[in-house]
Antibody
């Protein structure tokens, strides 16, 4: 079965960087784009960007350009989200999600469990 | 960039009632690439509807998506206790914007 398993909670100080991982299993890793979405406490869902696990090409929401970097390691079927220059406003749960289907275009059908990143001084 | 507006922010119903949720786009959603998600507290979102009207695998038939162009609706025919949650719409054509969400709570 398809699974996306994310790394554990992180606590960071303002100005620091954070890396969140998302390990994929149960499907062909290179076939489906992985997207990253975050959710601040009590707020809605915010799309951050996407990565093509096959080529490594990326696309980012304008808000995060220059501060987020999405990468992948095909040898371990793991995706990474690096976010730099953290501020208090980056406190959120970060999700990875798989995009795409075989016979149809299916959006985020599978999600990781979420990783809480807390930015505090 | 498309903006998706979900209003009102909260709707209150009794179990067994019918709920109708609205999602309005500031521009036409290409290819009706409009999805609905359900999110319960402490959980990841769950895909309910894609392509404006296709139920995702395992979604009960009390959930129905409809609409096209700029106006979309999610209907829940008879609210079960587990349906009280927050619902988000999303367009996934040329971007992946989410609406602000509608909370369905118990009256």
């Amino acid at each position: 079965q398809v699974q996306l398993v994310q790394s554990g909670a992180e606590a960071k100080k303002p100005g620091a960087a954070v890396r969140v991982s998302c390990k994929a299993s149960g499907y062909t890793f290179t076939r489906y784009f992985i997207h990253w979405v975050r959710q601040a406490p009590g707020h809605g869902l915010e799309w951050m960007g996407k990565v093509n696990p096959s080529s490594g090409s990326t696309s980012y929401a304008q808000k995060f350009q220059g501060r987020v970097n999405l990468t992948r390691d095909a040898s371990t079927s793991t995706l990474y989200m690096d976010l730099t220059s953290l501020t208090f406003e980056d406190t959120a749960v970060y999700f990875c999600a798989r995009f795409g289907g075989l016979a149809a275009v299916i959006p985020f059908e599978y999600w990781g469990q979420g990783t809480l990143v807390t930015v505090s001084s | 960039e498309i903006v998706l507006t979900q209003s009102p922010g909260t709707l209150s119903f009794s179990p067994g009632e019918r709920a109708t949720l609205s999602c309005r786009a500031s521009q036409r959603v290409s290819s009706n690439y409009l999805a609905w998600y359900q999110q319960r507290p402490g959980q990841a979102p769950r895909l309910l509807i894609y392509g404006a009207s296709t139920r995702a695998t395992g979604v009960p038939d009390r959930f129905t998506g409809s609409g096209s162009g700029t106006d979309f609706t999610l209907s829940i025919s008879r609210l079960e206790p587990e349906d009280f949650a927050v619902y988000y719409c999303q367009q996934y054509g040329n971007s992946f914007i989410f609406g602000g969400g509608t909370k369905v709570d118990i009256k």
